[in-house]
């Protein structure tokens, strides 16, 4: 179709140059013999004038050039003499490709709100916000990989459907093509997944991390990319039901490397999105006040600030705060004490180390003190944990024991075991959730705006 991306126009085209762009109209306003169109295509943040005289053919076509109107538009390149654009079209010819009709297309150009547009999934990419917001998640995702490339990680593919349960917190998705109307039964009444489609109980994974161990213990470092499922029944603008997760996994690695991957990764992230997507960030900020380039700038120079689980406790303990939830040793941070730390004590990014193990997984690294296993949970401000991550218990008689602690099938994971009996080496990774970084990013309150298609509990379109 021969067309230019008005993102392509706006930086490199020149005066007088033909042009043909395609987009949907988002407004229209005319005057006198003469009439304004603005066009996005999505490339951008910006739209781009189109200004038809009534001396132009098109000038027969505008009735319908409605707002949400799809049109391919011809014309030769002007500067334009209006503030806040560099480029216009002098149009000469206008094809309509698919009409919107005014009474009926629910986009207008008055402003929406969030919750109305995620009752319209569908259209709402088509608005600046959700444009923005989704140009922002792919810069994003461009650098996740633009960092692990660039330090020798090799990104493995780890599945989608497994048989382990990662987190052994029991809230899987099951994967199955048995019958539900009538399904076999094994003594004691319990459902007989060996009649199933694998021959075994299987589900939609909720991390790649135990592959991604096999893969670190051979490869040396990897990460995954990829979406990963909860079924928790958790109804918070945090939690998703599938979610994006980045899991980098370190042979030869401890806590301390974990711990220093997590910073750079992050810091590197929030100056890349500045510096390839500062016009949404922008945009976003001046409509929502929930971000800001500048905010993001500070937060993306400044170090994290380390503190373990115990100080952790009693900063809290000590600040004299009503919190809904309690605050004790052994008792896990909700996500009211997470901000506290971030927002009101530190300022900035957390870490926060060395866990009671009690309310961590089964495959993390006892510490000597027996109390206390090598965890980090990344926290920062307004959303709280960000990152989630650990050094992996290398030792196969700790690792058992744990494990059968822990409720966890040992017969099951004796290939998991067999990582710690052959060459076995320490190691350590993280989880990334990449809404929450898409959403401290943007600054946008609800996880559900920053995925097409939000999954959650009694929540599925499409
Ligand atoms: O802390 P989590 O559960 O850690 C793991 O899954 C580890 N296996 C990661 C690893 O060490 N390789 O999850 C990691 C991150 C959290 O910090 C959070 O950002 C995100 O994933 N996350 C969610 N994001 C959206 N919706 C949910 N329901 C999420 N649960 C976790
Ligand atoms: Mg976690």
Redesign the pocket.
């Known amino acids: 179709m021969q067309r230019l991306r008005i993102k392509n126009v706006l930086s490199e085209g020149h005066a007088g140059q033909p042009v043909t762009v395609c987009g949907w109209v988002r407004t229209k306003r005319e005057s006198k013999g003469i009439a304004f169109i603005a066009l996005s295509d999505g490339s951008t943040q910006d739209t781009l004038q189109l200004v038809v005289s009534e001396t132009s053919p098109a000038f027969q076509i505008l009735a319908r050039c409605n707002t949400g109107a799809a049109i391919k538009a011809a014309g030769s390149l002007k500067e334009s003499p209006a503030q806040g654009q560099k480029f216009e079209i002098e149009v000469s010819e206008i094809e309509i490709f698919g009409d919107a009709d005014p009474a009926s297309y629910p986009l207008q150009k008055k402003g929406h709100t969030l919750e109305f547009l995620r009752e319209i999934g569908h259209l709402r990419p088509r608005t600046n916000t959700f444009g923005a917001i989704f140009r922002v998640r792919n810069i994003l995702a461009e650098a996740v990989h633009e960092f692990f490339q660039g330090r020798g990680f090799i990104w493995v593919h780890t599945p989608v459907i497994t048989a382990s349960d990662?987190?052994g917190a029991g809230d899987m998705f099951t994967v199955t093509s048995l019958p539900l109307e009538s399904l076999p039964r094994a003594a004691g009444g319990v459902v007989d997944f060996s009649q199933d489609f694998f021959g075994k109980h299987a589900y939609l994974t909720?991390?790649?991390?135990l592959e991604?161990e096999f893969l670190a213990m051979s490869l040396g470092d990897v990460y995954t990319f990829g979406p990963?499922f909860?079924a928790?029944n958790?109804n918070t603008s945090?939690?998703?039901?599938e979610?994006w997760?980045i899991?980098p996994?370190m042979a030869f690695a401890d806590l301390k490397d974990d711990m220093l991957l997590a910073e750079d990764f992050f810091r590197f992230l929030c100056r890349r999105a500045l510096e390839k997507g500062e016009s949404e960030i922008a945009f976003l900020e001046k409509f929502y006040k929930n971000t800001s380039v500048a905010g993001l700038k500070d937060l993306a120079e400044k170090s994290f600030v380390h503190i373990t689980y115990t100080d952790a406790v009693r900063e809290l303990e000590k600040s004299g705060e009503k919190f809904e939830f309690p605050v004790k040793w052994g008792l896990d941070l909700q996500s009211e004490h997470e901000r506290y730390l971030t927002d009101k004590v530190f300022k900035g990014t957390v870490i926060v180390t060395d866990y009671p193990k009690e309310i961590k997984?089964f495959y993390m690294k006892m510490n000597d003190d027996g109390r206390t296993v090598a965890a980090m949970?990344?926290l920062v401000p307004k959303i709280g944990?960000?990152?989630?991550?650990?050094q992996r218990e290398e030792r196969v008689d700790v690792l058992t024991e744990r494990m059968s602690k822990s409720g966890i099938p040992v017969e099951n994971m004796q290939w998991y075991l067999d990582l710690r009996r052959f060459g076995s080496a320490p190691h350590a990774?993280?989880?990334?959730?990449f809404?929450?970084l898409v959403q401290y990013i943007t600054g946008m309150q609800n996880?559900r705006d920053v995925i097409p298609c939000p999954r959650a509990p009694r929540e599925i379109k499409f």
Do not use: Y
């Open positions: 990662c987190e909720v991390s790649g991390q991604a990963t909860r928790e958790s945090r939690h998703l039901s979610f997760m899991e996994e997984a949970d990344v944990e960000i990152i989630g991550g650990s990774g993280f989880g990334l959730g809404e929450r996880i």
